[in-house]
């Protein structure tokens, strides 16, 4: 009997786990509904010169939605991580409310960062290959020195240079926390883009913040210690 009380127990867990991710995940798609629908139009045009009607819209939308959206979601992770129980609507939507000043200004920071970096990877990828390299190489920092942002928000109770800052110390100053990132998010979104698309709205964004806020974990845990 204790066999079968185990297997039922696991297989609770593991539905339990399941349901955090699930419907996390698709709390965020839902809040990024907008800027999901403009990036699916950007697929349906053919001239290049109409790109600016969903560009523009989906660059302005991202500080006050995606950001928002996806520090609500670390934030959620961060509760799993430190085996704190919180999983539920009402939870998000406060972690939502909580950090939405901070995630908007530090999104309205980054997105004009990376506004600046798609503009010149765009001009140097037709020019120099050595430039786009470079930038290549910029964007992949850039990418997980945004998802560092994001697990530090979600973690400490600072203002917002300080958290761009220490972020950027933990990105330039943590290869293995560099490479966790980076390979589990690479993971993850090749495969969403390749034969798995239903992981976009039921786990992509709910599992690359709960591994990436666990490594970050890991490394504030050896900091502290």
């Given amino acids: ?39 699916l139009n950007l697929y349906f045009i053919e001239h290049t010169e109409y790109l600016m009607f969903s560009i523009i819209p989906l660059i302005i939308m991202l500080p006050f939605l995606y950001f928002p959206a996806t520090a609500a979601m ?9 085996k704190e129980e919180n999983t539920s609507i ?17 999104g309205l920071i980054l997105t004009g960062v990376w506004t600046v970096w798609g503009v010149d990877y765009y001009y140097f990828s037709q020019e120099n290959v050595v430039l786009t390299f470079i930038f290549l190489v910029m964007g992949v920092i850039l990418f ?27 990105t330039l100053g943590c290869p293995i926390l ?17 034969g798995f698309e239903f992981l976009f709205i039921f786990f992509t964004g709910s599992l690359i913040s ?16």
Avoid at 24 to 38: D, G, R, S, Y
Avoid at 74 to 82: G, K, T
Avoid at 144 to 170: D, R
Avoid at 182 to 194: H, P, R, T, V
Wanted: net charge positive; glycine share 2%.
């Fill in 1 to 39: 009997m204790k066999e079968v009380s185990d297997l039922i127990e696991g297989i609770y867990r593991i539905c339990e786990w399941i349901m955090r991710f699930s419907v996390t995940n698709m709390l965020w798609v839902v809040f990024n509904l907008p800027i999901a629908f403009l990036v």
């Fill in 74 to 82: 670390f934030a959620s992770a961060r509760d799993w991580v430190m």
């Fill in 90 to 106: 009402r939870q998000y939507w406060s972690y939502y409310l909580e950090n939405y000043k901070k995630s908007m200004l530090g």
């Fill in 144 to 170: 997980v020195f945004t998802i560092n942002f994001f697990s530090m928000l979600s973690h400490y109770e600072m203002k917002l240079p300080k958290i761009m800052k220490n972020a950027l110390i933990i």
């Fill in 178 to 194: 560099f490479l966790t990132i980076l390979i589990s998010s690479g993971i993850l979104l090749y495969m969403s883009l390749n």
């Fill in 210 to 225: 709960y591994l990436s806020f666990s490594a970050f974990y890991r490394f504030y845990l050896k900091m502290t210690a």
